[in-house]
T-cell receptor, first 114, second 118 residues
């Protein structure tokens, strides 16, 4: 069975500070991993995805995530937070090729303090 | 591109009534649509997957007679919550995708519909 754990339902950072959102997964097969962002009153938007190619994945808006098999982690980072990064972030895992069956974490709400 | 809309964005209804939620892919044809449910402070839970022109595939524990899904065209899927009860109150989110063979590359999500059953 597959599952996702996002540590920290709320994360606050100062503008310009490093953003680190944690995601650990459980999967019986090599997983496909995704990060989505949800802005208020909008749908989930794909930030980036890992599909067994490079372990360091670069996404939109300056975000990146590193797949670490030994730690079963796929943490999301951004070197310098911007006010516009304030949103809800969801990590998701799929055990199938592509994004057919996504299992989501509970989400992390990022607040950026000016 | 890849915009998905949902209507209504929020709905309040009386217990025992039925509510229909629409999910539309605005600028692409969606061969596959997904319906999720999200409770407060919980993750999105997949309810069902529908392919255009076919019956929906429901996840374990989801009552197909309670949550009727119709995917009649490549741009529209509907979820009808029949005989709604207060415990059906939740945030319902749809997503749409095109697939390459049977592989969905990316799901594009709608903004969600908040249902409150009194």
């Amino acid at each position: 069975a597959q599952s996702v754990t996002q540590l920290g339902s709320h994360v606050s950072v100062s503008e310009g500070a490093l953003v680190l959102l944690r995601c650990n997964y459980s999967s019986s097969v090599p997983p496909y991993l995704f990060w989505y962002v949800q802005y208020p009153n909008q749908g989930l938007q794909l930030l980036l995805k890992y599909t067994s190619a490079a372990t360091l994945v670069k996404g939109i808006n300056g975000f990146e995530a590193e797949f670490k098999k030994s730690e079963t982690s796929f943490h999301l980072t951004k070197p310098s937070a911007h006010m516009s990064d304030a949103a809800e972030y969801f990590c998701a895992v799929s055990e199938f090729s592509g994004a057919n069956n996504l299992f989501f974490g509970t989400g992390t709400r990022l607040t950026v303090i000016p | 591109g890849a915009v998905v809309s949902q209507h209504p964005s929020r709905v309040i209804c009386k217990s025992g009534t039925s509510v229909k939620i629409e999910c539309r892919s605005l600028d692409f044809q969606a061969t596959t649509m997904f319906w999720y449910r999200q409770f407060p402070k919980q993750s999105l839970m997949l309810m069902a997957t529908s392919n255009e022109g076919s019956k929906a595939t429901y996840e374990q524990g989801v009552e197909k007679d309670k949550f009727l899904i119709n995917h009649a065209s490549l741009t529209l899927s509907t979820l009808t919550v029949t005989s709604a009860h207060p415990e059906d109150s939740s945030f319902y989110i749809c997503s749409a995708a095109t697939d390459s063979g049977q592989v969905v590359e990316t799901q594009y999500f709608g903004p969600g519909t908040r249902l409150l059953v009194l």
